[in-house]
């Protein structure tokens, strides 16, 4: 992909990540997948994406035993003509880790700003901010329309 390609696909992405509070995550534990509805937050443009989880839940069970992770993201309608304004459809792949304490609080402000509905639950003690360190992205427009981008070789 050319450059600028890859910075039209890159501002897609970043106009589908605004749009979409809410992503479904795919983690796998014992050989067993497991997709739960999360609201994330994108940081660091593209780069990385965050999100909350109470640490008793399966999710975070499979975030511990193995980091790799996809989110799925958009959904709102059908993707079908390729047009620009129909909606993308935009699959995240990455490594999720638990947020260490000195970058909690810049990551948890971030996402309560996205979300502020949810400051109680960032406020117990019982929830682990979770960065996912994307490494690519999938952006779909259409079934002829899927296009990959390595954020690991962006700029």
Do not use: C
Not at 30 to 54: C, K, M, N, W
Not at 91 to 103: N, Q
Not at 117 to 139: C, H, K, N
């Amino acid at each position: 992909m050319g450059n600028l390609d890859a910075r039209a696909t890159e501002r897609e992405i970043e106009r589908v990540l605004a749009a979409n509070p809410f992503a479904v995550l795919a983690t796998l534990s014992d050989r067993q997948p497991h997709a739960s509805l999360v609201a994330f937050t994108p940081v660091e443009g593209i780069r990385s994406l965050v999100f909350a989880t109470y640490r008793s839940t399966r999710k975070f069970r499979g975030l511990r035993s193995n980091g790799r992770v996809a989110l799925f993201i958009g959904g709102q309608g059908t993707a079908t003509s390729g047009d620009a304004s129909e909606p993308r459809l935009l699959t995240a792949h990455g490594l999720a880790l638990e947020v260490t304490s000195d970058k909690r609080a810049a990551l948890s402000a971030a996402h309560l700003q996205r979300h502020p509905d949810l400051a109680a639950f960032l406020a117990s003690p019982e929830a682990a901010m979770i960065r996912v360190q994307v490494t690519a992205y999938q952006l779909v427009g259409s079934i002829e329309d899927v296009r990959w981008l390595d954020v690991t070789a962006t700029g």
